[in-house]
């Protein structure tokens, strides 16, 4: 302690204007962002609880795994699914879509997408319920981060068709969120940490 804190007291520095606010953990910041917006979030730590929480989700809708599809070979058969290798067509007939993710973006809580997991689709075309299984590797701080990523991810060929989730929020009495939910969905997430 300096001599002039002993007389004058310690006096606790003040915080600057023009430092950033600290960041908290990326996954805490995604996880408030992401039920805020209406997400529904299960964190998993264990692979059964991945397939015990996916079929609650199945159960809690009345859906039949028939009526749910992916677009992924290795994701239809772990959660025995409806496995769609399609290029065209109405998704329609389906209730929901489980899709993987490229990333999950921490201070929006959304999800960006690409061709890998939805194809040449528009969001608009898929299943008004999308349930995404994704790993806690995968969180980015901003999508900044996670273009970068995506580019080192993909070196040779990047993906096309690369968009973010919009979450269907509960109620909206506002025209303007109205209309930009016209391609909103709702959405699952499972994430796994293991």
Not at 98 to 123: A, R, V, W, Y
Request: some cysteine; aromatic content about 10%.
């Amino acid at each position: 302690m300096g001599i002039w804190n002993k007389f004058f007291g310690a006096k606790k520095p003040e915080k600057s204007p023009y430092l950033p606010d600290s960041e908290g953990p990326l996954d805490l910041g995604f996880v408030k962002k992401f039920t805020s917006f209406g997400g529904f979030f299960l964190y998993n730590d264990s692979a059964e609880l991945v397939l015990k929480n996916f079929k609650e989700i199945c159960t809690e809708n009345n859906w039949n795994q028939s009526e749910i599809i992916s677009f992924n070979q290795n994701l239809a058969k772990r959660f025995q699914v409806s496995f769609v290798e399609q290029a065209s067509g109405k998704l329609d007939n389906f209730k929901a879509i489980l899709i993987h993710c490229e990333f999950l973006i921490s201070n929006t809580g959304k999800i960006l997408l690409s061709n890998n997991q939805i194809n040449h689709f528009k969001i608009k075309a898929l299943p008004k319920t999308i349930i995404v299984s994704a790993k806690i590797s995968q969180i980015a701080r901003d999508v900044s981060q996670g273009m970068a990523q995506l580019k080192n991810k993909y070196i040779n060929t990047i993906p096309t068709n690369i968009t973010t989730l919009n979450i269907k929020r509960k109620s909206s009495n506002d025209k303007q969120n109205q209309e930009e939910q016209t391609d909103s969905k709702n959405i699952y997430l499972l994430l796994e940490d293991y």
